[in-house]
């Protein structure tokens, strides 16, 4: 493949179901609208939350709202997709009853960095309906190795879109000039080892004994396998995944020992963490809850959330050794 391989071309040529290969497409084409309206915000005054609050009772900005509009319509007229399901919609929407994929999304991932000029991503899970066509919220709770494909989009000084359907994870830049994704790395391969970490340090205190572990051993000087890592933390998932995938090391949200009630960190399984853990997967990296495989975990809802260690093999392996207490 060469520098001019657009991603149509990519996706026409590479065996993918030519259905499929559209669902890609059409996140492509949402996302290229959020990176146009991104860089506008400040502008067409899209900044600033909208005051209400999101199912999980997260602060909603105006351009996660704007995000998510600009992804559900363009599914809406590509008519590709049987149900669309997003961080910012309670229930699923059925759009078109018939079609062999439903999408789970993430259209605004660290809508907290819009306002300051920090990068932010979409994250995108393609499922297959079920064969018996059932079209209620219980279709979507698929684990996330029946996953079809998956892609994030990362808006920062370039847009970029790192996809996959299963054989391996490509990566595109987008083309300021003639707005076509071009791929630019093709069969991505995750350093087996890194040295860096991305966590939010700030919630040490709740975190669970071995998490503190784990970071402390991160943290301490050791020449012979040169620690201490060093932390990266944007306060996007797809920023600091996309820079683990490139460079190595591991990216964690860890369970949370604060609220009982919300034990299992604040990533969420369906439109996070697992088409982010089949992306890393594909370019030989793994995604854990620190106990087993993020793509075994059977979700029960739609807005589950899970702990999340993804990034290097050796690094995941590592934590879940100190998260099971045998470091
Ligand atoms: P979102 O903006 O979609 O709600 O996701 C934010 C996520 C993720 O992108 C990021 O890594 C994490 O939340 C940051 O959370 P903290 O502020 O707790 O570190
Ligand atoms: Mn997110
Ligand atoms: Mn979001």
């Known amino acids: 493949?060469?520098?001019?391989?657009?991603?149509?071309?990519?996706?026409?040529?590479?065996?993918?179901?030519?259905?499929?290969?559209?669902?890609?497409?059409?996140?492509?084409?949402?996302?290229?609208?959020?990176?146009?309206?991104?860089?506008?915000?400040?502008?067409?005054?899209?900044?600033?939350?909208?005051?209400?609050?999101?199912?999980?009772?997260?602060?909603?900005?105006?351009?996660?709202?704007?995000?998510?509009?600009?992804?559900?319509?363009?599914?809406?007229?590509?008519?590709?997709?049987?149900?669309?399901?997003?961080?910012?919609?309670?229930?699923?929407?059925?759009?078109?009853?018939?079609?062999?994929?439903?999408?789970?999304?993430?259209?605004?991932?660290?809508?907290?960095?819009?306002?300051?000029?920090?990068s932010?991503?979409?994250?995108?899970?393609?499922?297959?309906?079920?064969?018996?066509?059932?079209?209620?919220?219980?279709?979507?709770?698929?684990?996330?190795?029946?996953?079809?494909?998956?892609?994030?989009?990362?808006?920062?000084?370039?847009?970029?879109?790192?996809?996959t359907a299963g054989s391996g994870a490509h990566l595109f830049s987008l083309d300021p000039d003639s707005e076509d994704f071009i791929l630019t790395m093709p069969s991505l391969q995750i350093p087996k080892r890194g040295k860096v970490y991305a966590t939010n340090e700030g919630q040490r205190a709740y975190h669970h004994p071995g998490t503190r572990k784990f970071l402390e051993y991160l943290q301490t000087p050791e020449k012979s396998d040169g620690r201490p890592y060093s932390t990266r933390y944007s306060g996007c998932?797809?920023?600091?995944?996309?820079?683990?995938?490139?460079?190595?090391?591991i990216y964690f949200y860890p369970a949370d020992t604060r609220d009982p009630k919300k034990p299992h960190g604040k990533l969420r399984l369906l439109y996070e963490c697992a088409p982010m853990g089949m992306i890393v997967e594909q370019a030989g990296g793994r995604a854990s809850t620190g106990r087993g495989p993020i793509s075994e975990v059977q979700p029960t809802q739609i807005h589950q959330r899970v702990p999340l260690y993804v990034g290097s093999p050796h690094e995941v392996a590592m934590a879940e050794e100190f998260e099971a207490g045998s470091r």
């Open 1 to 118: 493949m060469n520098a001019q391989t657009s991603l149509s071309r990519f996706l026409s040529g590479s065996g993918i179901p030519p259905n499929l290969a559209k669902v890609l497409l059409t996140a492509a084409a949402g996302g290229k609208r959020i990176s146009r309206e991104l860089r506008r915000a400040g502008l067409s005054g899209e900044t600033g939350i909208t005051g209400d609050k999101n199912v999980q009772g997260e602060v909603v900005k105006k351009m996660d709202l704007l995000a998510n509009e600009i992804l559900v319509e363009a599914f809406r007229s590509a008519g590709d997709a049987a149900l669309v399901a997003s961080e910012e919609m309670e229930e699923p929407l059925v759009l078109f009853p018939g079609a062999p994929y439903s999408v789970l999304f993430d259209p605004l991932d660290g809508s907290s960095n819009v306002d300051t000029g920090g």
């Open 237 to 249: 998932l797809v920023t600091d995944v996309h820079r683990i995938l490139l460079e190595g090391g």
């Open 120 to 163: 932010v991503g979409t994250i995108v899970s393609v499922q297959r309906v079920p064969p018996d066509g059932g079209l209620g919220r219980e279709s979507l709770l698929q684990p996330g190795s029946t996953q079809a494909a998956a892609c994030y989009l990362n808006y920062g000084p370039a847009t970029t879109l790192v996809l």
